[in-house]
């Protein structure tokens, strides 16, 4: 018999265009796990509702999402690709670990708490409890494994947090979920100024996205921070200059690599040179993602079927689990 396989699940808010964060951090390890595990991953729409985007441009930036996914080498016919609304499953599963998650812990969630600085007037539930809708997206399918970015690390530690909980109070239902990066550190993709991460909405200049032109991708590579180099050999090096390295490491060759890397211990190093090298790479990296991004759009049906099968093969799962969730906390009465 075949053996069954290992449940994957994971997900990306439309709240902008993707970018190398998202990439690296997570879709590059949706396109491997497509061969060997049975994925869900889902446009997270009632996420994005969190933070009050402007509604109207909720169905373009849903629809760039897939494409993006797509372009990316997801394979609509090996995962259940689909947008988080359109499986009501969640919100009641949402519902029932909403009572099992305390609001001290959830205040303590480094996200809420970044968020309520960014935007003290949008304090709202949904924005609390945020780590709960996303447990619910998980478990829904009883997935294992959940492939993300460092930035999510804390998230999943609730997650297993709320399983476990469920677990001991009503039975053994869910499998702990783990963030997954097949062994190696979760990944974070640093942003270009040498400040913190590449993102959807902050630091626009410093982040490169899947959408952005050549010239544009050039131009912000070439603004990235750097100084007159080191005046001792083998030196540390400043933190803005191992985000470049770091960045290298996700699209030049090993040989480039190791190049710039011995410039740097001999003090030889230009970094007009590097960023040109790395700008090149990144061009090379892009530009066929956005060009076949741009080619998916534009069939506009062909995105609607493949969101409505994704949604059909997620329905089937997550109504076997609520199934057993009703019937482990006594909810059902027939
Ligand atoms: P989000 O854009 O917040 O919906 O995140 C979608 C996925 O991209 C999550 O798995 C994140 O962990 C991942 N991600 C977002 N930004 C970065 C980054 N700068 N480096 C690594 N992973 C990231």
Redesign the pocket.
Known sequence: MEKKKDIVM????P?GF?????Y????SNYVKMQEEFNCFFMV?DL??LTTHPDTKELKANVYRVLAENIACGLDPDKVALYCQSHLSETAELYLYLNMMAYKGELEKTTTFKDKVRLNPENVNAGLLTYPVLQTADIILHRAKYV??????EQHLEMARTFTNRFNHRYGEVFPEPVAFNYNQK??????LDGEG????SESQLA?LYLADSDDMIIKKVMKAKTDSGPSEKNAPKPDYIENIFTLMNLVCTPATIQHFEDDYNNCSIRYGDLKKQLACDMVNFIAPIRNKVDAILKDEDGLKQIMKKGAEKANISAAETMKQVRKAMGLNYF
């Open positions: 994971s997900g990306i808010r709240t993707l970018h190398l964060g998202n690296f951090g997570a879709i997270a996420h994005s492939p993300v970015g460092k930035d999510q979760l990944v974070k993709v640093p942003s991460k590449m993102s959807k982040t």
